[in-house]
């Protein structure tokens, strides 16, 4: 699957025109927003629940505040296509080095 990183830092919008908050699932993926920006989410059991996955877990990406962002493993892991991408603060780095 395709990774997302050409939405870093654009504002997403409903079809309606309304600037996207929550989840969406569009075609056997699941999008988290949080004011309109890609951004992972904390469910109540304190899990993180990433901005983007699909629903065979195949395809993961971790976003912050609309930056791939993972503190501590890959921001982008895609098992089908057998690679990982490494983000920090929107910016791409090698496996686990911080900037």
Known sequence: MKDFRNYQGVRIL???GNIANGDYILDGVT????NGLLNDNVDDEGRVQPAIETHDGSHVE???EGRLHCDDAAAVID?????ELWFF?????LS????
């Open 96 to 99: 686990g080095e911080k900037k």
């Open 89 to 93: 603060e929107g910016q791409e780095i």
């Open 79 to 83: 098992t089908l296509d057998g690679y």
């Open 14 to 16: 409903t079809e309606e």
């Open 62 to 64: 971790h976003w912050k």
């Open 31 to 34: 999008i988290r927003c949080k």
